[in-house]
């Protein structure tokens, strides 16, 4: 691959942009980096700049995501990307818009590596670690098709395929940029992590209080160890002294992401243990309930609605804030734990 020694559109730092232009006048650099970042326009589309200028940036800064498919669900307010990455290997980006914002869920690494038996990309195994200018070219070319739409991106979650928290400086450049340049506030920012716990507390040093979401599932070491395998190494314990850290620390209340598996942990004991972590934090953590999607690899199915809408109702008995995930994309496979970059998916549907 030729493209592998020019630095991608958003990989680019501004001063590799200065000396790109620097037979430019100054402020040539603040006019580009408006047009990319501002503005998300290609090069060819900023015509404050002169035509010469706009066709060299073109080559000169290629984009790293090559758009293979494009799918809508939900009447037109869920779109998934799929792109292919310099070296061949795809990635998955889930445009979701709300009456009252527009999300972008984003792939931190080609597959992953943490082998959580019911996420369809645990299941596919990990290829490779995504840079920093590919988190964030996955942000700009979906809010720029938000743009298309006459919606703004408002707010970006690190929940599409990989763990955010394997790849932890890439994640953490490509949150700065999105705060600092794509203007996006931290409260707007969310990682969410499988539970490495050296990444949670090294994410509570860093300077911006971006939102913390752990994929719980279970609240007891023995079901976690079957669902989600890290926990062999970072057991419960340490995992919410960890959580606790990030808390004191940014003083932002955490969540906790619980796939509700029928018959696995969607008992009422299992509420009354998840009820029990959730306050052992000086500020509860919020439970986010998602009814688990159907992946090709895991034959057991999701909660019925009824036992969701019964297990969401116990924890707020016990004093837990707790919300049920609408589901989006399930049908074009573009939902929590669907994401597996064309690799072929059966879906078998959902019981309710
Ligand atoms: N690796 C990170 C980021 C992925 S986020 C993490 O684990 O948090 C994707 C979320 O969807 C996680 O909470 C994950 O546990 C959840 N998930 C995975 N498979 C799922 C499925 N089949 N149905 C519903 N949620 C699932």
């Known amino acids: 691959m030729t493209s592998t020694r020019l630095p991608s559109r ?9 000396s790109i232009l620097d037979d430019q006048p100054r402020f040539r650099v603040d006019q580009v980096w408006k047009g990319l970042y501002d503005e998300l326009a290609i090069p060819t589309e900023m015509t404050n700049l002169p ?29 998934k990307f799929l792109w292919e990455l310099d070296g061949g290997s795809r990635i998955e980006t889930v ?33 490779r670690h995504l840079t920093a200018g590919e988190i964030v070219e996955q942000v700009v ?13 408002s707010n970006v979650v690190y ?20 705060h600092d340049d ?4 931290a409260r707007h920012l969310t990682v969410s992590t499988v539970g490495i716990v050296p990444g949670i507390r090294r994410l509570a040093e860093r300077p911006l209080p971006v939102n913390l979401a752990v994929s719980l599932h279970a609240a007891n070491d023995s079901l976690r160890d079957a669902l989600v395998p890290i926990n062999k190494r970072y057991p419960l314990g340490d995992l919410m002294k960890a959580c606790q850290e990030h808390l004191d620390a ?21 509420a009354v243990e998840l009820a029990a972590l959730c306050r052992s934090l000086s500020l509860p953590a919020h439970v986010n309930l998602i009814p688990l999607n159907p992946t090709p690899g895991y034959p057991v199915r999701g909660s019925s609605r009824a036992k969701v809408n019964a297990f969401r109702d116990q924890l707020e008995s016990i004093g837990v804030n707790a919300t049920v995930r609408q589901n989006r994309g399930t049908e074009i496979a573009a939902a929590c734990g669907q994401l597996a970059a064309g690799q072929p998916v059966k879906i078998t549907s959902r019981h309710d």
């Open 182 to 185: 794509c203007k996006i506030s």
């Open 51 to 79: 035509k010469d200028l706009r066709t060299r940036l073109d080559t000169a800064l290629p984009l790293a995501l090559a758009a293979v498919t494009e799918t809508v669900s939900d009447r037109g307010d869920t779109i």
């Open 159 to 178: 929940m599409g395929m990989g763990e955010p928290l394997a790849n932890e400086e890439p994640v953490w450049e490509s949150l700065v940029r999105l």
């Open 250 to 270: 940014k003083g932002r209340r955490l969540s906790f992401e619980w796939a509700m598996i029928d018959q696995v942990n969607d008992r009422p004991s299992d």
């Open 141 to 153: 070319l979906a809010a720029r098709r938000a743009k298309a739409l006459g919606r703004r991106v």
């Open 95 to 127: 445009l979701m818009l709300y009456p009252d914002r527009a999300t972008v869920c984003v792939s931190t690494q080609a597959g992953c590596a943490m082998a959580c038996g019911f996420c369809a990309t645990g299941q596919a195994g990990f290829t």
């Open 10 to 18: 958003y990989s680019l730092s501004r001063d590799e942009l200065s």
